[in-house]
């Protein structure tokens, strides 16, 4: 049996099944978007790490070593947004060729700086080695929530509303502008900068769990055709999503048409969004919804809901049930 036929989430499956007994009471381990550690009386610490690779998950000679270093750490930073969480510090660790330029890599700090101070995150350490060809990037980033205040994708109860925080899909079109080497129009940059510079929901993902009616959360890394069914595999259900209710920009409305781009798709399946996809009771949604539109200026976004079952996704259009069968993003299967 090769990894392909198996793919990143049957590997992880599998490691997860072989240490499962190493697991100590309390402690939450492979399986969620952080490890989740009991540390005091009143705290819990959370604990994540992310590995980008060039040329797998970005194009050296497309995207600005400012805008690399930034998107290192944002993609880790929202591991600890997705479980309402704060992050504290992070550690970086970097295989570099010897033949790049300081510069470059003086550059690549600036923009990892630039997001550590947004939100004040302290860099603590790492490690550096040499690589022979590409440039090999770890980021681990340490958090913290009240004691059993994390929201786990485990959470998920039948009738929740399923709701995203954010629209989807610029960040898959900004990647189709550059791998189709499109002109850099405004409404092109706007897409390309939304894919090379993500902004963690962490006010957000605090925010939201603040409300015990607020119940299982992730982000969208994979897309959410891919990340729901997380939710529905740790919660023992099922769902129901309306194609026609997922947030969409404006940019990508116009856009999309011109390169025959699949909205549907890039929308659902094409990952890299960085908002936030949770569930919440439906008597207090119309609440929770009109304090989120007061902090944050926009809607907590209804694309369906929760329902018994195991593991299923109902998808609709137009009010009638259709065949969907795009998948988000899976190494090695992809």
């Known amino acids: 049996m090769k990894l392909r036929e198996i793919g990143e989430f049957g590997f992880i499956d599998r490691v997860s099944e072989q240490v499962k007994d190493l697991l100590l009471p309390g402690y939450l381990g492979i399986g969620d978007d952080c490890a989740v550690i009991p540390f005091t009386g009143k705290e819990d610490y959370m604990v994540t790490t992310d590995l980008l690779i060039e040329d797998i998950h970005f194009l050296k000679n497309r995207i600005t070593p400012e805008e690399l270093g930034y998107k ?11 479980k309402g969480g ?12 010897a033949e790049t330029e300081v510069g470059y890599l003086d550059s690549f700090i600036k923009g990892y700086y630039e997001l550590s101070r947004k939100y004040r995150v302290q860099l603590l350490g790492g490690d550096t ?32 509303i399923i709701c995203v925080t954010g629209c989807l899909g610029d960040s898959a079109a900004g990647l189709q502008v550059l791998l189709q080497n499109l002109p850099r129009t405004h409404d092109h940059l706007r897409l390309i900068r939304i894919h090379h510079m993500p902004d963690p929901h962490i006010k957000e993902g605090l925010w939201l769990a603040g409300y015990p009616e607020v119940h299982a959360m992730m982000d969208v890394s994979d897309g959410i ?59 207090s949604f119309e609440r929770i919804n009109a304090g989120f539109n007061t902090a944050f200026g ?37």
Request: aromatic share 6%.
């Open 129 to 160: 080695t040499e690589s022979k060809e590409y440039i090999v990037i770890n980021v681990g980033v340490i958090g913290k929530c009240g004691k059993g205040e994390a929201r786990l994708r485990s959470m998920a109860m039948a009738g929740d």
């Open 72 to 82: 290192s750490l944002a993609v880790s930073l929202s591991d600890i947004a997705a």
């Open 298 to 334: 926009r809607d907590l976004y209804n694309i369906g809901g929760i329902t018994p079952g195991k593991n299923r996704i109902k998808w609709l259009k137009n009010g009638k049930e259709v065949l969907h069968t795009q998948h988000g993003f899976d190494h090695f299967s992809a």
């Open 225 to 283: 055709s891919s990340d729901l069914p997380h939710i529905l595999k740790s919660s023992g259900k099922s769902a129901v999503v309306n194609l026609d209710k997922i947030p969409v920009s404006a940019t990508l409305k116009k856009v999309a048409p011109r390169h025959g781009w699949d909205i549907d798709k890039l929308a659902t399946s094409g990952g890299e969004d960085y908002v936030l996809l949770c569930t919440v009771s439906p008597d």
């Open 86 to 97: 704060t992050p504290v510090a992070s550690f970086l660790s970097i295989g570099i060729p």
